[in-house]
């Protein structure tokens, strides 16, 4: 059984930082690209950032360019996403989720095919 779990979730200042991690068990790790998503109220799920299944390739939304890193440590079986100059719009739910197809490098950017969800952990950003 696949599962992920996220953590470092918090209340933050803007113009603060914050880590999330994720960590995963129940298949092998490596072999499948990870992204990390968010929702805010009233607002539909989006893709923040992903990495594909080596980590030599990383994808951000243009929202979170220069601001946000996605990282893997496939020894740990943990994605992290490094979060700076954190901004009021940035809050909402964060969500790690596990791509479908192992050793994809070609559609894990584009947010599709994610089929292992974790619970979400709570990012509120205040002004």
């Known amino acids: 059984q696949v599962q992920l779990v996220e953590s470092g979730g918090g209340l933050v200042q803007a113009g603060g930082s914050l880590r999330l991690s994720c960590a995963a068990s129940?298949?092998?790790?490596?072999?499948?690209?990870m992204g990390w998503f968010r929702q805010a109220p009233g607002k539909e799920r989006e893709i923040v950032a992903a990495?594909?299944?080596?980590?030599?390739?990383?994808y951000y939304a243009d929202s979170v360019k220069g601001r946000f890193t996605i990282s893997r440590d496939n020894a740990k079986n943990a994605v992290y996403l490094q979060m700076s100059s954190l901004k009021p719009e940035d809050t909402a739910v964060y969500y790690c989720a596990s791509h479908s197809q192992s050793y994809d490098s070609t559609t894990y950017y584009t947010g599709r095919n994610y089929i292992y969800w974790g619970q979400g952990t709570q990012v509120t950003v205040s002004s």
């Open positions: 129940g298949r092998t790790f490596s072999r499948y690209a």
């Open positions: 990495i594909n299944w080596s980590g030599g390739s990383t």
